[in-house]
């Protein structure tokens, strides 16, 4: 009974989690200036040096080279990496126009903008 009483707690928690996530994406898209006209990923990352730059190379080969053309940008938020990620991400930056990189900061202040309704 026990087990069931804490499966059940733990499957609320997560229900809820995931609704916040849909939420929050809801009103990213209405509230701010993400534009509604294709897919933008938004990936946070923190002292991943020895494996960033090969995740970002193949998720930018299966949108750049394949049959989507809905892919709009890679946004990576860094939260505060103590490695050499940033300066990977900031290369990666430069190679190409459709990554953005920014801070925590940055991403957290867009989160905090958006109004409930």
Request: aromatic share 14%; glycine share 4%; with cysteine.
């Amino acid at each position: 009974m026990n087990n069931f009483i804490l499966n059940v707690i733990l499957w609320t928690f997560a229900l809820f989690g995931i609704i916040e996530i849909i939420r929050y994406i809801i009103s990213a898209f209405k509230y701010t200036n993400l534009k509604s006209d294709g897919i933008y990923l938004i990936i946070a990352v923190k002292n991943k040096e020895d494996k960033i730059e090969g995740f970002l190379r193949s998720i930018l080969f299966k949108f750049l080279y394949g049959k989507d053309d809905n892919f709009k940008e890679i946004i990576v938020t860094d939260l505060g990496s103590e490695d050499n990620t940033l300066k990977i991400l900031d290369a990666l930056q430069e190679d190409y126009k459709c990554i953005k990189v920014s801070n925590w900061k940055e991403c957290k202040e867009i989160f905090d903008n958006i109004s409930d309704t």
